[in-house]
Nanobody, 116 residues
Framework: QVQLVESGGGLVQAGGSLRLSCAAS????????MAWFRQAPGNQREFVAV???????IYSDSAKRRFTISRDSANNTVYLQMNGLKHEDTAVYYC??????????WGQGTQVTVYS
């Protein structure tokens, strides 16, 4: 199974940037999809962006043009570069991975807080 550890969250002023990282470890052959989700207080967890093993990406409407997902497959790490942050981006951001055995895992989450 894949273990995921996120880092890079924090407190940032509106308009600023943050880069989240998520490192995968554990027992797996390879990882297919890696993604980021987020959950704001009182809201359901929502999709942000996904990247597949070939580098193909899909973004939510809110993430398009501001966020960039990338991965270092050699090190089983996925990144989320977030620019132009808004107050409504405040949430706990979770990393997700699905391995070649179609098992999926979640990270513990990292808090992102955007203040005006």
């Amino acid at each position: 199974q894949v273990q995921l550890v996120e880092s890079g969250g924090g407190l940032v002023q509106a308009g600023g940037s943050l880069r989240l990282s998520c490192a995968a470890s554990g027992s797996f052959v390879s990882i297919n999809d890696m993604a980021w989700f987020r959950q704001a207080p009182g809201n359901q967890r929502e999709f942000v962006a996904v990247i597949n093993s070939g580098g193909g990406t899909i973004y939510s409407d809110s993430a398009k043009r501001r966020f960039t997902i990338s991965r270092d497959s050699a090190n089983n790490t996925v990144y989320l570069q977030m620019n132009g942050l808004k107050h409504e981006d405040t949430a706990v951001y979770y990393c997700y991975a699905r391995d070649s055995g179609l098992k999926y895992s979640w990270g513990q989450g990292t808090q992102v807080t955007v203040y005006s």
